[in-house]
Antibody, heavy 115, light 110 residues
Framework: EVQLVESGGGLAQPGGSLKISCAAS????????INWVRQAPGKGLEWVAS????????WYADSVRGRFTVSRDHAEKSLYVQMDSLRAEDTAVYYC????????WGQGTMVSVSS | QSVLTQPPSASGTPGQRVTMSCSGS????????FSWYRQVPGKAPKLLIN???QRPSGVPDRFSGSKSGTSASLAISGLRSEDEGDYYC???????????FGGGTKLTVL
């Protein structure tokens, strides 16, 4: 079964850090462009970042550039987002999404930023 | 404000055909492939249409996509109650070098 499973969400303080993960199964991980998309409570979808199949190129939304860093580990078939300098507006469900047309979605992990 | 503009709501009765729009510009919809997604409450979005008008396996042919200039459309024929949900369009913007999503259209089956 094709699956992307996010983990690591939780509560963080403004200015703090959090690292969320995405584990892939049922796919040839090295062939997939992986993306992160978030959804604030009651709001629409917002693209956050993408990383190329081999990890050689990364793209970030202006809202997170310089604060978030995406990486991937092919041996572990996992993707990571290191989130630093967190802000209240980063509060959202974060989805790990596989493919260059966003065809495989994880179930999401909730990140809350609050004091 | 989203780079791609979608009407906030749409509705129809069972069996009807409904369409929803996604308006962009020459740097996104006008020159790039686009996709459509549906999200039901509490669930992750699901890909409906990709590369302009291709349906992934399992998506019924009642769903179809089209483009005219800088606007994309999603049509649903033979509307069913299970089609209710939030529909999002998305594409790459070559000027901004970012992926962009529309604000979403909430479809209600009356």
């Amino acid at each position: 079964e094709v699956q992307l499973v996010e983990s690591g969400g939780g509560l963080a303080q403004p200015g703090g850090s959090l690292k969320i993960s995405c584990a892939a199964s049922g796919i040839t991980f090295s062939r997939y462009w992986i993306n992160w998309v978030r959804q604030a409570p009651g709001k629409g979808l917002e693209w956050v970042a993408s990383i190329k199949e081999d990890g050689s190129k990364k793209w970030y939304a202006d809202s997170v550039r310089g604060r978030f860093t995406v990486s991937r580990d092919h041996a572990e078939k996992s993707l990571y987002v290191q989130m630093d300098s967190l802000r209240a507006e980063d509060t959202a469900v974060y989805y790990c999404v596989g493919g260059d047309v966003f065809e495989i979605w994880g179930q999401g992990t909730m990140v809350s930023v609050s004091s | 404000q989203s780079v791609l503009t979608q009407p906030p709501s749409a509705s129809g009765t069972p069996g009807q055909r409904v369409t929803m729009s996604c308006s962009g510009s020459s740097s996104n919809i006008g020159s790039q492939y686009f996709s459509w997604y549906r999200q039901v409450p509490g669930k992750a979005p699901k890909l409906l249409i990709n590369t302009n008008n291709q349906r992934p396996s399992g998506v019924p042919d009642r769903f179809s996509g089209s483009k005219s200039g800088t606007s994309a459309s999603l049509a649903i024929s033979g509307l069913r109650s299970e089609d209710e949900g939030d529909y999002y369009c998305a594409t790459w913007d070559v000027s901004l070098n970012v992926w962009v999503f529309g604000g979403g259209t909430k479809l209600t089956v009356l």
